[in-house]
T-cell receptor
Framework: DVKVTQSSRYLVKRTGEKVFLECVQD?????MFWYRQDPGLGLRLIYF???????EKGDIPEGYSVSREKKERFSLILESASTNQTSMYLC??????????FGPGTRLTVT | GQNIDQPTEMTATEGAIVQINCTYQ??????LFWYQQHAGEAPTFLSY????GLEEKGRFSSFLSRSKGYSYLLLKELQMKDSASYLC???????????FGKGTRLSVIA
């Protein structure tokens, strides 16, 4: 069974703080993704990675950065959190051209 | 550009059959995926179509017509636990990320 884990289910941070969201997958998948999900807007892609140390911008990369130093781990970084980054953050992984498997999500609140 | 449309909400009765439609316009096509997402949980993979026709998996079936840019998810013998959002997603080319529709929230009532 594919397992994608995320470091926190719930997180509360203050405006201006640096926030790290960690994602780990145990199935040796090449691809990893970060999405955010908001009511009425659906899933929107922030960044993705096809391989270690590679990253590609998705549809809404502004205010975010990522890091992939190891194949199994993909981190999302909010350099200076803002209230409009309050959202559900979902990490996913996949083999090349196959379905994506999602982690449980991190509900981030920025106050 | 990419555009995926599906109804926002649907309601159906326990034991009945429901069809959730999805239309898409993408620059290329390399597969259509359906996901189920219960409230507060992550999406889970349901089905995958890359060729025209019907794929059946237990109570769930998914149909694809590439020429029409159209798919549907068919749920039979509805159960209360099927109340969830159903997400249609398309991969347009090669190894690109899935593009998701906004989801259809299905309510199953007694």
């Amino acid at each position: 069974d594919v397992k994608v884990t995320q470091s926190s289910r719930y997180l509360v941070k203050r405006t201006g703080e640096k926030v790290f969201l960690e994602c780990v997958q145990d199935m040796d998948h090449e691809n990893m993704f970060w999405y955010r999900q908001d009511p009425g807007l659906g899933l929107r892609l922030i960044y993705f990675s096809y391989d270690v140390k590679m990253k590609e911008k998705g549809d809404i990369p502004e205010g975010y950065s990522v890091s992939r130093e190891k194949k199994e781990r993909f981190s999302l970084i909010l350099e200076s959190a803002s209230t409009n980054q309050t959202s559900m953050y979902l990490c996913a992984s996949s083999l090349v051209r196959y379905e994506q498997y999602f982690g449980p999500g991190t509900r981030l609140t920025v106050t | 550009g990419q555009n995926i449309d599906q109804p926002t909400e649907m309601t159906a009765t326990e034991g009945a059959i429901v069809q959730i439609n999805c239309t898409y316009q993408t620059s290329g096509f390399n597969g259509l995926f359906w996901y189920q997402q219960h409230a507060g949980e992550a999406p889970t993979f349901l089905s995958y179509n890359v060729l025209d026709g019907l794929e059946e998996k237990g109570r769930f079936s998914s149909f694809l017509s590439r020429s029409k840019g159209y798919s549907y998810l068919l749920l039979k013998e509805l159960q209360m636990k099927d109340s969830a959002s159903y997400l249609c997603a398309v991969r347009d080319l090669g190894n690109t990320p899935l593009v998701f529709g906004k989801g259809t929230r299905l309510s199953v009532i007694a």
